[in-house]
């Protein structure tokens, strides 16, 4: 469906809850919060979307772990608990952003599905939020160092797989 290219893999398993990297030279595991409403990628729908995506842009790469973005821009603070309890109800976006673009016309991309346009990100969360279970409100929630870790591994146009099902019939490969 798409070319090879010299880019790392990111894959996604909603059923697992984890995040895999595969890169010429390692294969690397992380655990992620998908959205709370499960999969779907409707407008509006709060879910996670499916299918082929690329990393439309890398955003925050000199912020400081923990830094505090919203509308993808850099506030200037950095997350604590003081914020936390003055904006209790904030989906917290921090460290980092990888904005996904779907590839999938009529399924991820365009009209009413449009994975871009709903701002669906690979992003750091506070450390108090759990991993390995779906809470998010349709990102990749990821640890602040794990996220900053495949922030510093992948660049625009990094293809990524969000798929339903488990990584243990899946092996890792490298991409050499």
Request: net charge positive.
């Amino acid at each position: 469906m798409f070319e090879r290219t010299d880019l790392p893999l990111i894959e996604v398993s909603i059923a697992d809850q984890a995040l895999r990297l595969s890169t010429p030279k390692a294969c690397h595991l992380y655990p992620v919060s998908t959205a709370a409403k499960g999969m779907g990628e409707r407008n509006g729908s709060h879910q996670t979307p499916r299918g082929w995506h690329r990393v439309r842009a890398c955003i925050g790469e000199s912020a400081a772990l923990g830094a505090v973005f919203v509308g993808r821009r850099a506030t200037g603070e950095i997350y604590n608990h003081r914020l936390a309890q003055q904006f209790p109800k904030r989906d917290w976006i921090l460290s980092r952003i990888l904005w996904l673009q779907g590839l999938e016309v009529g399924f991820n991309r365009g009209n009413g599905v449009d994975s871009q346009r709903r701002y669906i990100y690979i992003h750091g969360t506070p450390d108090s939020e759990p991993m390995g279970e779906p809470r998010s409100h349709g990102c990749i929630r990821m640890r602040n160092k794990d996220v900053v870790a495949l922030f510093d591994q992948v660049r625009a146009g990094t293809l990524v797989w969000i798929q339903p099902h488990s990584f243990s019939s899946i092996p890792c490969r490298n991409l050499s």
